[in-house]
């Protein structure tokens, strides 16, 4: 159980446009999601968390209008990566927490963002 | 406030047992995660520790001790597919956030 799914797992795409990556809980409801990003051989740093049928909370230093969140339902959110420059190339994962207490995070494989 | 610390890389020998050290700081506290993410892979779950002690899961254990702020995750038997990046991450009391470490990088050789 507490499987998360994350589509695309790469994608390499031209400076200027835009891009959408889904999160998807398969075996379960999550109430919250979570986006990070990682560069290379750094820790994970959360961009924002995704809450279903609310705005989401943006990190510090995040510009939410550079990185859409759309938590449209209980299994799936979107980042969208708006006009996308060669910097937001990076490895970007999302999280979900099944709750019930321990708030335990399962992440998505990833996708692998190249902006050229 | 709060801050988590782990050394950046170990090594260690294919057959042998590794502990890997994570101290934190924050006012409050709701549990430790450790987490192993293979390089260009995401994170997956490895243990979550909220009571002190050991918890045993297979080759891996975890231990946790609050009043020290220090947890270990402990690797016994190592395989060369145990080379990968460790995270501590923990929970501040009254956030379901947690707080990621920087990982600790294991090289395992033979």
């Known amino acids: 159980g507490a499987v998360v799914s994350q589509h695309p797992s790469r994608v390499i795409c031209k400076s200027g446009t835009s891009v959408k990556i889904e999160c998807r809980s398969l075996?379960?409801?999550?109430?919250?999601m979570f986006w990070y990003r990682q560069f290379p051989k750094q820790s994970l740093m959360l961009m924002a968390t995704?809450?279903?049928?609310?705005?989401?909370?943006?990190e510090q230093g995040v510009e939410k209008d550079k990185f859409l969140i759309n938590h449209a339902s209980l299994t799936l959110s979107t980042l969208t990566v708006t006009s996308a420059h060669p910097e937001d190339s990076s490895f970007y994962i999302c999280?979900?927490?099944?709750?019930?207490?321990?708030?335990?995070?399962?992440f998505g494989p990833g996708t692998r963002l190249l902006v050229l | 406030g709060q801050n988590i610390d782990q050394p950046t890389e170990m090594t260690a020998t294919e057959g042998a047992i590794v502990q890997i050290n994570c101290t934190y700081q924050?006012?409050?506290?709701?549990?430790l995660f450790w987490y192993q993410q293979h390089a260009g892979e995401a994170p997956t779950f490895l243990s979550y520790n909220v009571l002190d002690g050991l918890e045993e899961k297979g080759r891996f254990s975890s231990f946790l001790s609050r009043s020290k702020g220090y947890s270990y995750l402990l690797l016994k038997e190592l395989q060369m597919k145990d080379s990968a990046s460790y995270l501590c991450?923990?929970?501040?009391?009254?956030?379901?956030?947690?707080?990621f470490g920087r990982g600790t990088s294991l090289i395992v050789h033979p």
């Open positions: 991450a923990f929970l501040s009391g009254g956030s379901y956030i947690p707080t």
């Open positions: 995704s809450n279903e049928g609310s705005k989401a909370t943006y």
């Open positions: 075996d379960f409801q999550a109430t919250t």
């Open positions: 999280s979900a927490s099944t709750g019930g207490g321990t708030e335990t995070q399962y």
């Open positions: 924050t006012s409050g506290f709701n549990g």
